[in-house]
């Protein structure tokens, strides 16, 4: 069965350092998105991305935070200079027609802490 | 905007007993509705989903959950719970179009207990 991955599963930080996530969407998905969730809160939406552009974000997707796609698989996200109040465990996610019809698929998320 | 409220954080069940998970939305568009689930340090996995059509959704695990446009609500039951059940729960909503992002409830910790 396809699944989105994600590497690291832990990523360890000092404040102001610049990290990326990075993520394998579902081949042949269309969408993918990044969500975040801090220990103990709901999942929020960060960013969706469409056709290599970014088709919608949150306030919390400031000017720290950037996506990519920088070839056919690979979905990053990269926060430039990392605070405290990012740590939290960040998910990506994929959609598309493969995948079944609106139906978002997410990876196992990375824990970022940052110190 | 639209918006999700889980009414209850905390659904402490005995084993073997029923249990209903309250979930009540906002939009002013049609809606998707999902129920996650989300296992002690893992990710989400998908429970059961609302396009259209019937408005009592079976899932996996055996989960059922009925949407009821009048009362806003996509309420999560299951008749017998079992102690592999205990987990965090979460409803999401999203547009009724492809590609929309989904808008999360703050999520109910169900807690079996033997």
């Known amino acids: 069965e396809p699944e989105v991955t994600q590497t690291p599963s832990h990523q360890v930080t000092q404040m102001g350092q610049e990290v990326i996530l990075r993520c394998v969407p579902i081949?042949?998905?269309?969408?993918f998105y990044w969500y975040r969730q801090i220990l103990g809160q709901k999942v929020e939406f960060l960013v969706s991305?469409?056709?290599?552009?970014?088709?919608?974000k949150s306030e919390i997707f400031d000017d720290q935070f950037s996506v990519e796609r920088p070839d056919g698989s690979n979905f990053t996200l990269k926060i430039r200079s990392t605070k405290l109040e990012d740590s939290a465990m960040y998910f990506c996610?994929?959609?598309?027609?493969?995948?079944?019809?609106?139906?978002?698929?997410f990876g196992p998320g990375t824990r970022l802490t940052v110190l | 905007a639209q918006s999700v409220t889980q009414l209850d954080s905390q659904v402490p069940v005995f084993e073997e007993a029923p249990v209903e998970l309250r979930c009540n939305y906002s939009?002013?568009?049609?809606?998707?509705l999902f129920w996650y689930v989300q296992y002690p340090n893992q990710g989400l996995q998908l429970l059961l989903k609302?396009?259209?059509?019937?408005?009592l959704v079976k899932g996996i695990n055996g989960f059922e959950a009925e949407f009821n446009k009048s009362q806003t609500s996509f309420h999560l039951r299951k008749p017998s719970v079992h102690i592999s059940d205990t987990a965090e729960y979460f409803c999401?909503?999203?547009?009724?179009?492809?590609?929309?992002?989904?808008?999360f409830g703050q999520g109910t910790e169900l807690s079996v207990k033997p």
């Open positions: 996610a994929s959609w598309g027609v493969a995948g079944g019809l609106n139906e978002q698929f």
């Open positions: 081949s042949n998905h269309l969408y």
């Open positions: 991305f469409y056709n290599n552009e970014i088709s919608e």
């Open positions: 939009s002013s568009v049609s809606v998707y």
């Open positions: 609302y396009l259209s059509g019937s408005t």
């Open positions: 999401a909503v999203s547009d009724a179009n492809q590609g929309g992002k989904l808008i």
